[in-house]
């Protein structure tokens, strides 16, 4: 599977251009999954339903499932975050995965960047980002600025760097 990552500061632009993304390479005929990071406790589950009790109970992972879908909910119990390799290993192959954070990782990357956020560039530090989408112009040496709405245009890149 092909990798590529969206990274940025809080309210830089990242989720909305994931999906962007996402829709862009899946018209072009390619399958694609993602992943996302998340710095702070969430829940996709709601207290009082079934699946919800099975965790309350303790159990370390509980498969929902339907006609439409399913989701694998793993419960750490005291373990360590797991790895970015070790989520990858857990999907099913695909053309492209599109992984949203993780900026720590050593994955090819685009930054996203909105001005009105006031944060520097990652990518004035980090060699894994290729790219800036950027709603300013913001600038990185060696590496090509796009409007952070040119989703064609940074499909494009993404494509051409990784042989899609």
Excluded: C, Q
Aim: charged share 30%; no cysteine.
């Amino acid at each position: 599977m092909k990798i590529w990552g969206v990274t940025g500061w809080k309210n830089s632009g990242k989720t909305g251009l994931m999906e962007r993304l996402v829709s862009e390479f899946t018209a072009r005929g390619l399958s694609v999954s993602t992943v996302k990071h998340a710095h702070h406790v969430f829940d996709v589950d709601h207290p009082g339903k079934d699946s919800y009790r099975h965790r309350a109970a303790g159990a370390r992972e509980v498969l929902l499932s339907s006609r439409k879908r399913w989701a694998l909910m793993h419960e750490h119990r005291g373990d360590d975050e797991a790895t970015l390799e070790e989520l990858l290993a857990k999907l099913s192959p695909v053309d492209l995965v599109l992984v949203e954070g993780f900026k720590r990782d050593r994955h090819p990357k685009i930054e996203a960047h909105r001005a009105e956020t006031g944060t520097p560039l990652i990518a004035l530090e980090d060699e894994t980002i290729h790219a800036i989408a950027s709603d300013s112009g913001a600038k990185a040496p060696g590496r090509p600025t796009f409007d952070l709405d040119d989703t064609g245009g940074i499909a494009d890149f993404i494509a051409d760097r990784l042989g899609l």
